[in-house]
Nanobody, 128 residues
């Protein structure tokens, strides 16, 4: 089992920044993918970003490219999501998730159903 705990959410004004953290514990694999997803009220869960723990390949959703950055601190088993230039439409519950599947090189999983382990979520609210 893998346990994921998100932190760092909160209320921020439009144009501001937040950094979310996803701390992993339990059974961890060096070839996991860690993804960030978000779910606005009454909408489906949306892919935000993901990183391959082996190799560090990353990918981003179109709506956050150029504004969000995913990174990892292997020593702390923690993945970060740096969010800049936040917009009101970024308001959502943000979840981190882990996918232990081994894919072909450079492939990044983007569908929620591909991830086996999920955190409890952290609320991000961006005021206009």
């Amino acid at each position: 089992q893998v346990q994921l705990v998100e932190s760092g959410g909160g209320l921020v004004e439009a144009g501001g920044s937040l950094t979310l953290s996803c701390a992993a514990s339990g059974r961890t694999f060096s070839r996991y993918f860690i993804g960030w997803f978000r779910q606005p009220p009454e909408k489906e869960r949306e892919f935000v970003a993901a990183i391959a723990l082996s190799g560090g390949n990353t990918d981003y959703g179109d709506s956050v490219k150029g504004r969000f950055t995913i990174s990892i601190d292997n020593a702390k088993n923690t993945v970060y999501l740096q969010m800049n230039s936040l917009k009101p439409e970024d308001t959502a519950v943000y979840y981190c998730a882990a996918d232990p599947t081994i894919y072909s090189i450079y492939y990044i999983p983007k569908r929620p159903g591909q991830y086996d382990y999920w955190g409890q979520g952290t609320q991000v609210t961006v005021s206009s």
